[in-house]
């Protein structure tokens, strides 16, 4: 594999990981091997929900599925019916109620004194790009109960359990999956390199693992479908020494579940298992020490890579300490956004700059007045504010196009503002490295030492920039 040019492509270190140190490598297969066409999926799924919610007798004529107006990393605010954009400290820094985008003035008086706790039950981190429908249904449900359309009384946070268990649902009937596996490549955005990268990872002397989610049915034609045609022996199970589906994660890495031989792949016909997990052998259900003793390997010693930031970073990396891989294909969007922008980020930097010296200037004019015999004239302290407010009308369209960089509705997944985003903080707290696909570490290698870049801290000397005299 020939590594791209640019950043988008890029495996980005929280903590130096040393990849010739790590022994075994779990997967997760939905989003993270097998790349799904976020519109695609989410649409239908959403589609789904609301047959499931028109069949309980909610309202669902003229919802609309509209993915840009939705993010992932936002949070649900359950008391309010909000969706809320927060810093890194939970300060929120954005929100809109229901559908409709709340003002400065409303934001600032809604969310005084309130920071996001994601251990607080008020809020529900949409954190995986299954969340995007989820967001899209509840935003439109709050909207209609407002209007009495949804008769009460009801409340916001009993609406969006109504709203999570349609989608669960969907999901877990089996429709939504047989619509996918009958036609792949409408919902699948298969990266041939990602086989690749397991193959490479096998004969660097790693030992590979699927654990999913997903049941045996679905696992099955979803890899052989994306994996079959790039795998030497022409079958996605030489890739993997141990597959585990229905793990029902996040429990898998924090409690003991029964476990199940899959004796017949065809079928997936059950058997009650004991005792460690086999090389070639298909397992339902069971935990992740059983993954330990079944390898003879702890901690530090496994990689564990996934999409779902509580359910396969978080988790994996608090109750195992396993080393952890976090994958956002959306990364790459985000990135070359940023990439194109860039002339301008430095404009507006250089501005900033600017300004801040103004405003230091300003604030020692007027300073200077109320001291006595001070030879300080308020025409000179207009004037600093005149040359402000010039300043600012060349900033405003600077800063107003890098905040809708990557989303038009909520700019960036991992900015915001001027401070990382609280999915972001999420992001360095307890995925070791993050990328945007699976096949990224293939043009790394199964021998990389990724390091972790030195951060800065405010008081960190910067280069200058151009700063008035």
């Not at 709203?163 to 999901?171: C, K, P, Y």
């Not at 193959?199 to 790693?206: E, H, M, S, V, Y």
């Not at 994996?227 to 022409?234: A, C, E, I, K, L």
């Not at 990396?317 to 956004?337: C, D, F, P, V």
Request: charged fraction near 25%.
């Amino acid at each position: 594999m020939t590594p791209p040019d640019g950043l988008q492509r890029g495996v980005y270190a929280n903590r130096t990981l040393n990849l010739r140190s790590v022994q075994a490598i779990g997967y997760d297969m939905d989003y993270t091997l097998i790349h799904y066409r976020t519109d695609a999926w989410e649409r239908t799924a959403f589609e789904h929900a609301t047959r499931v919610l028109a069949a309980g007798d909610y309202p669902v004529a003229g919802l609309v599925f509209e993915p840009d107006r939705y993010l992932q990393g936002l949070v649900i605010d359950l008391d309010l019916g909000n969706l809320v954009k927060a810093t890194r400290f939970g300060y929120v820094i954005q929100a809109q109620h229901g559908t409709r985008q709340l003002s400065f003035d409303e934001l600032r008086t809604t969310y005084n004194g309130v920071t996001v706790d994601l251990n607080n039950p008020r809020f529900r981190f949409m954190n995986t790009l299954f969340t995007i429908s989820e967001s899209a249904l509840y935003a439109q449900f709050v909207d209609r109960l407002d209007d009495g359309t949804i008769p009460g009384p009801l409340g916001y946070d009993e609406l969006y359990r109504i709203v999570s268990a349609a989608l669960d649902e969907s999901h877990t009937t089996g429709a939504l999956k047989a619509e996918i596996v009958a036609d792949p490549d409408r919902f699948c955005d298969i990266d041939p390199d990602t086989a690749q990268t397991l193959i490479d990872q096998r004969l660097a002397g790693k030992r590979l693992l699927l654990i999913t989610n997903s049941d045996w049915s679905y696992t099955k034609a979803m890899m052989s479908y994306a994996f079959d045609r790039h795998v030497p022996s022409g079958s996605w199970r030489d890739l993997f020494d141990i597959v585990v589906v229905a793990a029902a994660k996040p429990r898998f890495f924090s409690e003991v579940e029964p476990v199940y031989r899959v004796v017949d792949a065809d079928r997936g016909l059950l058997q009650p298992h004991w005792g460690p997990f086999k090389t070639g052998d298909v397992y339902h259900g069971g935990c992740a020490r059983q993954v330990e003793q079944s390898l003879g390997l702890t901690g530090a010693e496994i990689l564990y890579v996934g999409d779902h930031l509580f359910g396969d970073v978080h988790v994996t990396k608090s109750a195992l300490r396993w080393r952890t891989a976090l994958i956002m294909r959306e990364l790459e969007a985000e990135i070359a956004a940023a990439q194109t922008f860039a002339p301008d980020e430095a404009e507006l930097r250089r501005l900033m700059v600017e300004k801040a010296v103004l405003e230091d200037r300003l604030a020692q004019a007027r300073m200077a007045l109320l001291r006595p015999d001070s030879s300080a004239s308020r025409e000179a302290v207009e004037s600093l504010r005149e040359s402000l407010r010039t300043l600012d009308e060349r900033i405003v369209p600077l800063a107003r196009a890098a905040a809708e960089l990557g989303n038009p509705t909520w700019g960036p997944m991992m900015r915001a503002g001027n401070d990382k985003s609280l999915f972001a903080r999420q992001v360095e707290k307890y995925a070791d490295i993050y990328t945007s696909r699976v096949a990224n570490l293939g043009l790394r290698t199964p021998f990389a030492f990724l390091r972790a870049a030195r951060t800065s801290l405010p008081h960190d000397l910067m280069p200058r920039e151009i700063a008035p005299e």
